[in-house]
Nanobody
Framework: QVHVVESGGGLVQAGGSLRLSCAASGTIFSVNTMNWYRQVPGKQRELVAGITRSGITNYADSVKGRFTIAKDNAKNTVYLQMNSLKPEDTAVYYC?????????WGQGTQVTVSS
């Protein structure tokens, strides 16, 4: 079993930056990818960025060039550096640990970008 906890959300003005952290614990060796998703009320949860065990990253088109996902294996932590934030980035951001056959989710952290 894997347990993930997000932190780092908050309120920021458009054009600003935030860094989200996701600390993972448990059977880390079983995790294939770590991902960041986001969700706004009334819409489906969408994938923002992901990083594989080998460090391969992928991003949603809407955040390419602005967001960077990275991991610190020694700390079992994944980060999402968000720059040039826009009001449309406002959402609850969730950390996800993908294991074959199962997904583990954090409780989410609110990111609000004011115009």
């Amino acid at each position: 079993q894997v347990h993930v906890v997000e932190s780092g959300g908050g309120l920021v003005q458009a054009g600003g930056s935030l860094r989200l952290s996701c600390a993972a614990s448990g059977t880390i060796f079983s995790v294939n990818t770590m991902n960041w998703y986001r969700q706004v009320p009334g819409k489906q949860r969408e994938l923002v960025a992901g990083i594989t065990r080998s460090g391969i990253t992928n991003y949603a088109d809407s955040v390419k060039g602005r967001f960077t996902i990275a991991k610190d294996n020694a700390k079992n932590t994944v980060y999402l550096q968000m720059n040039s934030l826009k009001p449309e980035d406002t959402a609850v951001y969730y950390c996800n640990a993908n294991v074959i056959g199962y997904n583990y989710w954090g409780q989410g952290t609110q990111v609000t970008v004011s115009s």
